[in-house]
């Protein structure tokens, strides 16, 4: 072999004097000058499809690389998890050179057959590699430099493949292994995307059975294997049939992966029949498998669930409730939301702030399995980091300076059989989230300063006006937590696109602001309320009961458009102006067609107009018309 030959003075680095002894222990040929044979078309057409996923998630970052590396001397690979080279983009010229050593798609670059290489060297190790000229094992690929990132599967962490950045070595850069890292990033984040998009729409297709079925366990796995929920049984159910299977974390069953067929590839476990799957499909997609467990034919009265109802005081004032209006957007996410009351399972509530997201969770509990239980809500979005912590988790006596003696019970802890109300959750710092998701994951919580954990049992509704689907692609949400909180989402219209419920609503706030102070019922007059439908509402049904309210104390008997606070008056001046503007533009293109048509005659134009000849010639002069009059005229007398 020959010796190194490494930007400036550097020594051979431990990976890869561990490379090349590995290939050295699995006799692998120094003296190679390619990979083995590609695959012919049709076994990498095969190929492909295996891998339909992994490509088209990398589709856009390998179109990306066709420009950017044109001229470079660069090109980009992917390869699968055994080192097979999948898609090739880049530099028309360097991928000419590359197709000499056989690194192409169809190529295998496993580190056991092609020595110590980007692709094979990193897939062994799980992590980014660069290996310039002299470090390759093999004698015919010590031109070239190559970097390689893993690609992970975003569900659990499996290696999927790796992206690879390859070129000639005398274009040697140390930035082509970072670019290798971001780009694998980018194809992970893609793969989350797509996955959270899967997700939400097989729990669409079956968040009504998870929540109807009520006399067996449910579990709901994703075309791969992976759980995606449980119902509120289905823990129980596999303890009551001695059914070892922890469904609290990552849980997969292989044999549940589906094939192209939409059925299950692998043979089932033995206690899995046959008869206890049922397929979730949309049209004729097979998109997941539900499980059903059906209870022992004598069940333990210790494991049955029982939620005794009773009236709550003032359950008509809390809750859905709360809610006015009649249009369709709200009365379908009530109507969702009344759904999955009934269900265990954590709900994700988006919208803007102010549209009523804690009226939705108090609505959810009251109505829910746990309405018997406390309903406690705290916004992560207006404490600090460390009051945020103490809030949420509790802390024990001496636990810091100040720490009330006796310590303090956490908002979870507090929420203990009923529902914990987490607004704005995205606000959530991050190392926080790992916290509360064991505490989803295992049902177990540590106050601050205790070593020994406290059991806990509540049901989550969680809030946010962010998107959390790129808060994690912008790794400032955990995807695992993600997973966690938005079992299903439900979306509450802005204002502004209910309209039509602002009168409703109106009066309503009305109503209950009068009562509330002690002031008589105010009318409110109709352009006030024209101003109040026109108006875009950024703060919501919050902002329009602040506006409401600010108005009864200050006005009279009867509301009007000078009652308005200023930002409404002018926003409803700015409306009436445009639209005073639209109409003059209108009648002056009415008029413009008129004196047309009748080839300049005034008197005819005026007759087709249904106006006085002498009320035109006013609108003439008004809108500067006079110059389309004449022309007319000598359009007439030609």
Known sequence: MRGTDLPGDLAVRPPVDQSWRRCLDSRVDPGLRQAPEPLTEAQLEALRDRHRRLLDASMPVMAMARELMAQSGNIMLLADSNGMVIEASGDYATLGQAERIHLMPGSPWDEKLCGTNAIGTALLLGQPVQIHAAEHFCEGIKRWTCSASVIRDPRDGHILGALDVSGESRSFSRHTLALAVTTAHRIESALAKHEMASRYRLLELSVEQLAAHRDEGLLLFDPHGFLVRSNL???????????????????????????????????????????????????????????????????SRALAVHHPRKSVPGEREVGFARLVGNGAALAAAVHKAQQLASC??????????????????????????????????????????????????????????????????????????????????????????????????????????????????????????????????????????????????????????????????????????????????????????????????????????????????????????????????????????????????????????????????????????????????????????????EAGERLRLE
């Open 344 to 629: 265990n399972v954590p709900v994700l509530l988006q919208g803007e702030t102010g549209v009523g997201k804690e009226a939705f969770a108090q609505g959810i509990h009251y109505s829910g399995i746990g309405r018997d239980g406390p309903f406690v809500a705290i916004n992560c979005g207006s404490l600090s980091r460390e009051l945020l912590a103490s809030e949420l988790f509790g802390y024990a006596e001496g636990a810091f300076t100040g720490a009330r003696r006796g310590g303090m019970k956490g908002k979870i802890e507090a929420a203990h059989g009923g529902t914990l109300f987490l607004d704005e959750i995205g606000e959530l710092p991050l190392d926080l989230q790992s916290h509360l998701l064991r505490a989803l994951e295992e049902g177990e919580i540590y106050r601050l300063g205790e070593c020994e954990p406290r059991r806990v049992e509540f049901r989550l509704v969680a809030a946010t006006h962010r998107d959390l689907r790129e808060e994690v692609a912008q790794r400032r949400f955990r995807q695992d937590l993600f997973y966690r909180v938005a079992v299903t989402s439900i979306r509450i219209p802005s204002l502004r696109e209910r309209r039509d419920d602002i009168p409703l609503l109106a009066a309503h706030i009305l109503r209950r602001q009068a009562e509330r102070h002690g002031r008589p019922l105010p009318e409110l007059d109709p352009e006030a309320l024209q101003a109040l439908m026109a108006y875009d509402w950024p703060g919501n049904v919050r902002e329009l009961r602040n506006v409401l309210e600010g108005m009864l104390l200050l006005g009279g008997r009867c509301l009007t458009r000078d009652d308005l606070p200023d930002e409404l008056r002018q926003s409803a001046r700015a409306a009436a102006g445009l639209v005073e503007g639209q109409l003059e533009e209108a009648e002056r293109e009415v008029i413009r067609q008129a004196i047309e048509r009748s080839r300049g005659n005034l008197t005819q134009a005026a007759r087709v107009l249904g106006i006085a000849k002498s009320t035109l010639y006013l609108r003439l002069r008004k809108y500067g018309m006079s110059r389309v009059a």
């Open 233 to 299: 049984h289905g823990a129980a159910a596999l303890a009551a049939r001695g059914i070892d299977l922890d469904i609290r974390g990552t849980c997969r069953l292989p044999a549940l992966a589906l094939g192209p067929d939409g059925r299950p590839t692998g043979p089932l476990p033995a206690w899995l029949p046959g008869d206890w799957l049922q397929p979730v499909q949309a049209r004729s997609e097979v998109l997941g498998m539900l499980v059903r467990i059906p209870w022992p034919a004598r069940p």
